[in-house]
């Protein structure tokens, strides 16, 4: 008997439970969805300028730098073998840096620096992975120096090609253009395959400084490196000149490392 009363009686306090619980949940007030219009006007009347150049501080803003020698290598010719390098580096923040080019070579035959180049250039970044650059130029070398003002634009193309180029004007008011791709293959996790071309195309000639109108000191190369750390990355390959001031012994075997930091 006392079991059917039992049994009876569960489903009546299973109702009253849900009942109780209900009626809690009518009796709780909802929360009140944050007004951010109104959280928006105090921060603003707190002091937009100073909380934003606190929140630059903290979170941007801050100067960086970079050092990359791209090439340094030994290239061989029948008749003259040639250590490069091509580096650059800059220093700045995340629009404005002052960026630092040079290259140049040194000839075993002539027991001499070939050719040096040094541009220092005022960077701003106008796009994202763009850079405007103006500045100044100076080479040296076997012939006559010469300075340049100095126009150009690097970045990241579509499809990760990396583009350099620039336009240049020297002190005789001689114009000379410059383009600059490369393109990086990565074969495996360490191994990594890069074609590139370098243009250079003069509208007049200077005697002086070895330089002749058209295209001139200008190549396109294949090279594959082993990336020992991104940091530090040998690499081998091979480059052949083109334009007027290529030779019979126009391609070259090269090796060398790629280092930045």
């Given amino acids: 008997m006392k079991c059917a009363l039992l049994l009876l009686l569960l489903p009546l306090c299973a109702l009253a439970a849900e009942h109780d619980h209900a009626a809690m949940q009518q009796d709780t007030?909802?929360?009140?969805?944050?007004?951010?219009?109104?959280?928006?006007?105090?921060?603003?009347?707190?002091?937009?300028?100073?909380a934003?150049?606190?929140?630059?501080m903290e979170h941007g803003g801050m100067s960086?730098?970079?050092?990359?020698?791209?090439?340094?290598?030994?290239?061989?010719?029948?008749?003259n073998n040639l250590w490069v390098w091509d580096a650059q580096g800059w220093y700045g923040g995340d629009y404005d840096k002052l960026w630092v080019k040079t290259a140049g070579e040194w000839s075993d035959l002539l027991h001499e620096v070939g050719h040096t180049?040094?541009?220092?250039?005022?960077?701003?970044?106008?796009?994202?992975?763009?850079n405007l650059q103006t500045g100044?130029?100076?080479?040296?070398?076997?012939?006559?120096s010469r300075s340049y003002g100095v126009l150009g634009f690097q970045g990241l193309a579509p499809y990760w090609f990396e583009i350099d180029s620039a336009a240049f004007v020297s002190e005789r008011g001689d114009l000379q253009l410059h383009f600059e791709a490369g393109y990086e293959?990565?074969?495996?996790?360490?191994?990594?395959?890069?074609p590139?071309?370098?243009?250079?195309?003069?509208?007049?000639?200077?005697?002086?400084?070895g330089i002749e109108q058209g295209l001139f000191d200008s190549n396109i190369a294949l090279r594959l490196r082993y990336e020992f750390a991104r940091e530090f990355a040998p690499y081998i390959g091979v480059e052949h000149a083109i334009g007027r001031t290529?030779?019979?012994?126009?391609?070259?075997?090269?090796?060398?490392?790629?280092?930045?930091?």
């Fill in 185 to 194: 293959v990565r074969l495996t996790q360490k191994l990594l395959l890069q």
């Fill in 64 to 79: 960086n730098y970079l050092l990359l020698a791209d090439r340094f290598e030994r290239q061989f010719q029948n008749d």
């Fill in 196 to 209: 590139r071309v370098q243009l250079n195309h003069a509208f007049a000639s200077d005697t002086a400084a």
């Fill in 29 to 50: 007030p909802v929360p009140a969805t944050p007004d951010h219009t109104a959280m928006s006007a105090t921060i603003a009347a707190a002091g937009t300028s100073e």
């Fill in 117 to 130: 180049e040094l541009q220092v250039l005022y960077s701003h970044a106008i796009a994202p992975f763009w």
């Fill in 136 to 144: 100044v130029r100076h080479d040296d070398g076997t012939g006559k």
């Fill in 52 to 56: 934003l150049a606190t929140t630059m």
């Fill in 246 to 261: 290529a030779t019979a012994n126009a391609t070259r075997m090269v090796f060398g490392i790629r280092f930045w930091y």
